[in-house]
């Protein structure tokens, strides 16, 4: 046990059935009960992984972007010959990406950082271009979980002995390329024995905390205990939370920030009951272009995430007979169970297993929906923001733009 038994979030390797190089990743849209690894060849596929959030999270999206990107320079752009139809090429598909997501900044601060590359070495060979993206994808993933070790640090400093510590969604490391923000600073302090336990929001509506930060917690062995989102107040209210932790998705200039729905109101919850509010990001989730929260778009996604639940599992079947039923039922591809009521469940052959993915309906048929995926919390709400190279505390505007330019720590800016 140990946060070593957590996968890699995302990796690059070649392949085997088609010999070209590859984004493989761990679908989070399954996890913990399904452990399907998809492989992308090509772009389209890490944009449909992106917003069939089978990889999610601010800082994972970032380096997501850029293999995407990585991908399309190795395995698509092969008759391409010019540099200008290169760059066009690099630029199409950048947009692409940034289509799938709206919120989190470092999608777009990772496809921007590959054209950036692209249009800074205009007089390369495409060829010696080409790998220099993959080189820059690989080196943008190591690059995070660097930050994210060295907010690790920063964060775990904060924290008292004996920390009971809140955390909203999943900002650990399978929202980054690996060790996470919030769960990164989570992860240190434990390490140093600061961490008496956790409280984990399932975050409704695709649970996140309960499906992703309960299953990294656990191999990491920290001590935690899962709530529903509801059960916050009245935690907070009985002195059992000493401090509470998120990532973010987006940071405008002034501190406010965007992140999983239901961020604002624990931070208002915090303010209520005196407790510190702490943000943990890398300065690539800080959007400088944006004064004020005000500009951030909120994603809103499909309403059938509450209207019903999702699940995944596989079918263990007991006898023979199951096994050719089964087998039978699958052999022309995913078989449809018929349920009444408008659930749906679906059963996939997999080598020698049965993968089944359903949506259990909740609520009536023909319920209107609203379902933003994220909030705002207004700057005045957050104690600090941690970053890989501080902490910023109010007035946040003037520390977090010191921070963004590289400043060294906290203290000499808060
Ligand atoms: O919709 P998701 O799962 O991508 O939302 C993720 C979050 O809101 C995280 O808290 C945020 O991206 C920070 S991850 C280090």
Known sequence: ??????????????????????????????????????????????????????????????????????????????????????????DEVASEITATRPTAVNLFWGAERIRALVRDNADLPLDALRQLIVDEALAMAAEDEDRNRRIGAFG??????????????????????????????????????????????????????????????????????????????????AGGVDAVIVGADRIAANGDTANKIGTYGLAVLCKEHGIPFYVAAPTSTVDLTLATGEGIVIEERDPREILGMSFSGVIEPRTPTEVSALDALTAQGPWEVPIA??????????????????????????????????????????????????????????????????????????
């Open 1 to 90: 046990m140990g946060i070593e038994a957590i996968p890699q979030t995302l990796w690059w390797a070649v392949d085997e059935t088609t010999g070209l190089p590859a984004v493989y990743m761990v679908d989070q849209s399954r996890l913990p009960l399904a452990g399907d690894v998809l492989v992308c060849v090509a772009h389209e596929g890490v944009c449909l992984a992106i917003s069939g959030m089978a990889v999610r999270g601010a800082p994972a999206l970032g380096v997501a972007a850029a293999m995407a990107m990585a991908l399309w320079a190795v395995n698509e752009s092969d008759d391409i010959v010019t540099y200008p139809e290169f760059a066009a090429g690099i």
């Open 156 to 237: 775990a400093d904060l924290l008292p002995d004996d920390a009971r510590v809140l955390t909203h969604c999943n900002a650990g490391s399978l929202a980054t390329a690996y060790f996470g923000t919030a769960l990164g600073v989570i992860f240190t302090a434990h390490e140093q024995g600061k961490i008496a336990g956790v409280w984990v929001d399932e975050t409704r509506p695709v649970l996140q905390g309960a499906r992703l930060t309960a299953w990294e917690l656990k191999m990491a062995g920290v001590p935690f205990n899962l709530i529903t989102d509801s059960m916050a107040a009245s935690v907070m209210r």
């Open 341 to 414: 009521k408008g659930h749906a469940m679906e059963v996939t052959r997999k080598g020698g297993a049965y993968q089944l993915d359903g949506w259990a309906r909740i609520a009536p048929p023909g319920v209107q929906v609203y379902n933003p995926a994220f909030d705002v919390t207004p700057a005045a709400y957050i104690t600090a923001i941690i970053t890989e190279n501080g902490v910023a505390r109010a007035d946040l505007s003037a520390s977090l733009a010191a921070l963004c330019a590289g400043a060294g720590s906290i203290d000499e800016i808060g």
